[in-house]
């Protein structure tokens, strides 16, 4: 009885922490950021960093959360002996605003293309035609900011209630219907007239395709799709049951999520080369594509509206763990209430995104640093806030609270963690000095 109970803790915890991880990250942004970056190459370096950065540093998230049995401020005040490191969590409270703010925008598209596939406006278009509707989709002055305002609405709720129990119920039963649905669309996509140049540009790395920039993209998709560097994982980490094999639960969430990413890239690459579309498009990229796809299927608009549904909901239950993060910040360490946190947050983080989604109309001319603010804000936080946080948290445990100590959590139960040695040197010396150096090189280079 007591064995069962604990297999069911077990995977609600797994599927719970995947449900953060995977979401616009794996099915929008990893095939845009592909696409920008030239490639196989990319996603050499892509998995090479998900081995060497993400796992190791999912690791230290989940043991500080729970060795802390606190939220991100809290989690590393309470393991630093001097009680100073609790500044590290400002770093997570930023990156959560910043990213939920345009995370919300993108959102909103998706819960628009609902509509229009259900409604078989997606029907009969040729790419021309997916671009224009698209277009004028983000070029509205108000209907984007209508949805994206729906979308955070219903994370306001869904946080302020504090019924994220019932979504992982949800979740159970719907990310494998969205898991199985991509698969029918990878399988479809890989067989299209033309699809076989774009397969091989998918998975053949050439090397000369490889730059600083790739490399720091990389970095920072690694960040985002894991949900690592702001303390979302530490704060799924403080809920964790001493029996859990933490490794052994990094490595199966990381794995999902890199998985779910990977057959992403499978449905939207081969059908871009296939339809003829450039694969540095930017972030309109799986809206042009996407419908193009679902007309050569039978029972397309149907197909398509359940696909963009279930991407809101996968997008849902990543943007609870983004707000969840800030408002666990100001109901502990300012004292506020859960609805007065969820409800000022939520709105500030709203309002926040306007200029994110007038940036891909109106205001499609105002650049900053070459970029339109939604893809700025992305970057930004994607490229340095994240990985500048996980930075941070790797000298922590590497220096402050040591190794010793974190491993002592991690076998707590009788947990044999076979690679602990190689993965203390990694922590204490390979982290700090790479991610310092992709930093600080990308930040004067990129
Ligand atoms: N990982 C999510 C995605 O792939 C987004 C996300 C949720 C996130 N929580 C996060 C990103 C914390 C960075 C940090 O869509």
């Known amino acids: 009885m007591r064995k069962r109970e604990q297999w069911g803790s077990h995977w609600g915890f797994i599927l719970a922490t995947i449900g953060s991880a995977m979401g616009l990250g794996n099915i929008w942004r990893f095939p845009t950021v592909v696409g920008e970056s030239g490639g196989g190459a990319f996603l050499l370096i892509y998995l090479l960093i998900v081995f060497i950065i993400g796992i190791p540093l999912m690791i230290g998230e989940l043991s500080i959360g729970r060795g802390a049995k606190r939220s991100v401020v809290g989690a590393f005040r309470r393991l630093s002996p001097s009680g100073r490191w609790g500044f590290i969590g400002f770093f997570g409270v930023t990156a959560g605003f910043v990213i939920l703010s345009f995370y919300a925008v993108i959102a909103g598209w998706a819960l628009a293309y609902i509509v229009k596939s259900f409604s078989g406006q997606l029907t009969g278009l040729d790419v021309i035609q997916t671009t224009a509707l698209f277009q004028s989709l983000v070029e509205h002055p108000f209907y984007p900011l209508l949805w994206h305002g729906g979308f955070m609405l219903m994370t306001l709720l869904i ?13 159970k039963v719907l990310m494998p219907l969205l898991f199985v649905l991509m698969l029918i ?17 998918y998975l053949w790395p050439d090397f000369r395709a490889l730059s600083l920039n790739v490399i720091l993209s990389a970095l920072g998709q690694v960040f ?3 949900s690592l560097g702001m303390g979302a994982i530490i704060t799924y980490g403080s809920y964790l049951s001493d029996q859990e094999n933490v490794p052994k639960s990094a490595t199966i969430i990381a794995f999902g999520d890199v998985g779910i990413a990977f057959i992403a890239g499978l449905i939207i690459i081969p059908s871009v080369f296939a339809f003829g579309i450039e694969p540095d498009t930017g972030p309109s990229l ?147 000095v790479v991610l310092s150096y992709i930093l600080v090189t990308g930040f004067f280079f990129s």
């Open 286 to 432: 799986i809206f042009i594509t996407l419908p193009l796809v679902f007309q050569t299927m039978p029972w397309g608009s149907l197909m398509g509206g359940l696909f963009f549904l279930l991407l809101v909901i996968a997008a849902l239950t990543s943007a609870i763990s983004l707000l969840e993060v800030v408002v666990a910040y100001f109901m502990d360490e300012l004292g506020w209430s859960r609805p007065f946190a969820a409800t000022l947050t939520a709105v500030i983080i709203a309002l926040l995104g306007v200029p994110s989604s007038l940036s891909q109309g109106v205001w499609k001319d105002f650049l900053v640093l070459g970029l339109p603010l939604l893809d700025l804000f992305d970057f930004i936080a994607s490229s340095f806030i994240l990985p500048l946080g996980g930075l941070l948290t790797a000298v922590f445990i590497g220096w402050v609270w040591t190794p010793k100590r974190c491993l002592k959590e991690i076998n707590k139960a009788g947990v044999n963690f076979r690679l602990s040695s190689f993965w203390s040197i990694i922590v204490k010396f390979v982290l700090p």
């Open 159 to 171: 946080v302020r209630m504090g019924i994220n129990k019932g979504i992982e119920l949800g979740s």
């Open 185 to 201: 669309l990878a399988v479809r996509s890989v067989t299209l007239d033309g699809a076989g140049a774009g397969i091989r540009w």
């Open 224 to 226: 985002f799709s894991l």
